[in-house]
Nanobody, 121 residues
């Protein structure tokens, strides 16, 4: 599976961004699609995941502000980010998994290149 993330940018606190991740290769619908993020000096952390049968999981820090969705017909997963905060600043990665815990980055075998999100205060 090849993943291409896009949609990052610079936004003021309180603003919104929508990230996209286009997948190619193997059957997209069979994978759990996840978003992770990594801030400078910090470990990569789980943000959200959507299974192929449409169940959603979120990190506590983004619940109520971020929404993950997927369009299996377009082989694309999205992350709508609202009410952004400076602490959301990070490189955001999309990833695909067909095993293990959706919360663990070790479960994901395929990763996109990352897209930078910067939230100014």
């Amino acid at each position: 599976v090849q993943l291409q993330a896009s949609g990052g940018g610079l936004v003021q606190a309180g603003g919104s961004l929508r990230l996209s991740c286009a997948a190619s290769g193997r059957t997209f619908s069979g994978y759990v699609m996840g978003w992770f993020r990594q801030a400078p000096g910090k470990e990569r952390e789980f943000v959200a995941a959507a299974s192929g049968i449409i169940t959603y999981e979120y990190a506590d820090s983004v619940k109520g502000r971020f929404t993950i969705s997927r369009d299996n017909a377009k082989n694309t997963v999205y992350l709508q980010m609202n009410s952004l905060k400076p602490e959301d600043t990070a490189v955001y990665y999309c990833a695909a998994s067909n095993r293990g815990s959706v919360y663990s980055r070790r479960s994901y075998d395929y990763w996109g290149q990352g897209t930078q999100v910067t939230v100014s205060s």
